[in-house]
């Protein structure tokens, strides 16, 4: 699993940094064209939390962020019971005798992926509203 999520990781950098590539040479383009335009934007917002995902599967995989990941005990004095990996949401936590756990892997990760995925989708509608507006036949008085 971990080499796939490497080559998936890779593949989001090169088409978020394909994507906005485009979309810059596009926004140049006097008229811009509008649906291409959006549907890149959109495209580079899927693959940009495609690769927030990854980086954070990354951390949960790895040990989270920190150099020990669980401590032996926590401040009341329980000890560690178990050590638990979800990959949605991700998050790397530490689960005491007392019951209290300690997680360590921030929110932030689950709004940044929420958000970019969010705006890909709103960017992929506007853009197939934009296509299909255009591909309608004008049609005169009368």
Do not use: K
């Not at 926590?74 to 007392?98: H, I, K, M």
């Not at 360590?104 to 853009?127: D, E, F, K, N, Q």
Request: aromatic content about 8%; hydrophobic content about 50%.
């Amino acid at each position: 699993m971990l080499p796939l999520m490497g080559i998936l990781s890779f593949l989001a950098l090169a088409t978020a940094g394909a994507a906005a590539t485009v979309a810059a040479v596009l926004s140049r383009i006097r008229p811009v064209p509008w649906p291409g335009f959006c549907a890149l934007l959109a495209l580079c917002f899927l693959a940009s939390a495609v690769l927030v995902y990854c980086c954070g599967w990354f951390a949960v995989t790895l040990g989270g962020p920190f150099p020990v990941v669980c401590a032996d005990e926590n401040a009341a004095g329980a000890r560690v019971e178990t050590q638990t990996q979800t990959f949605w949401p991700l998050r790397n936590a530490c689960v005491y005798s007392d019951g209290s756990t300690v997680e360590h892997l921030s929110p932030t990760y689950h709004v940044l992926i929420r958000v970019l995925a969010g705006a890909a989708a709103v960017l992929g509608g506007v853009a197939a509203l934009l296509r299909l507006r255009a591909r309608r036949p004008c049609r005169g008085p009368g």
